[in-house]
Nanobody, 115 residues
Framework: QVQLVEIGGGLVQPGGSLRLSCRASENIFNFNYMGWYRQAPGKERELVATINVGGNTRFADSEKGRFTISRNSEQKMVYLQMNNLKPEDTAVYYC?????????WGQGTQVTVSS
């Protein structure tokens, strides 16, 4: 059973930065892609960023230029660096991994952007 554990999150002021980490229970190259989604109160879960096995990245339009996604295969980790955070970035952030038709999710970590 694939396990994903998010590390990071918390309270940050507008304009600040935060890095989220996701630790996988197995070799990250077993996955077609890994990435991050988020869900704000009263809203549907939405894409933040993904990175596929070839290293190609994909971002939601609102995150382009502000967020970066990276990985460390030796440590089985995927990272989300978030810069110039805005109040509208406040949400629970979920790590995800895909193998074939199966999607796996972490438990989520809260990110709150507020002064």
């Amino acid at each position: 059973q694939v396990q994903l554990v998010e590390i990071g999150g918390g309270l940050v002021q507008p304009g600040g930065s935060l890095r989220l980490s996701c630790r996988a229970s197995e070799n990250i190259f077993n996955f077609n892609y890994m990435g991050w989604y988020r869900q704000a109160p009263g809203k549907e879960r939405e894409l933040v960023a993904t990175i596929n096995v070839g290293g190609n990245t994909r971002f939601a339009d609102s995150e382009k230029g502000r967020f970066t996604i990276s990985r460390n295969s030796e440590q089985k980790m995927v990272y989300l660096q978030m810069n110039n955070l805005k109040p509208e970035d406040t949400a629970v952030y979920y790590c995800t991994a895909n193998i074939m038709t199966s999607n796996y999710w972490g438990q989520g970590t809260q990110v709150t952007v507020s002064s």
